[in-house]
């Protein structure tokens, strides 16, 4: 139904330019479509970032920081997980504590930084 509008550039990922109305339409089919699987929508808005995302069924889900939209991803361990308080200028980040009181060291983007860096 999506190759219509859209793209496919790979196996369920579609790109394309349409109107706001056809991708309010489209993504509430997508929604009733997956059921309990899961979508990512990301769109031009008039913003700072010229982009706006719309997410179903994933962990990961985006926050407002300071202006900026991110997309926040859970820390995996359940327990100690990270998380943003307050919300804008008044964000305050959350750093995660093992179970032994320690705060634990930031990770890095990927696993290609930490062999660059020698980790």
Not at 16 to 38: K, M, T, Y
Not at 58 to 66: A, E, I, L, M, R
């Amino acid at each position: 139904m999506l190759t219509r509008w859209l793209f496919e550039i790979a196996p369920g990922v579609f790109v394309g330019r349409v109107s706001a109305r056809v991708r309010d339409l489209l993504w509430e089919r997508i929604v009733d479509g997956v059921g309990r699987g899961r979508a990512i929508l990301v769109h031009s808005a008039r913003n700072e970032q010229r982009l706006a995302f719309r997410v179903h069924g994933h962990d990961w889900k985006p926050v407002d920081f300071d202006g900026l939209m991110l997309m926040e991803r859970p820390d995996g361990s359940g327990a100690g997980a990270s998380r943003t308080l307050g919300g804008g200028a008044g964000s305050v980040q959350v750093e995660p504590v093992r179970a032994d009181g320690a705060a634990r060291a930031p990770r890095n983007w990927s696993h290609a930084a930490r062999r660059l860096r020698g980790r």
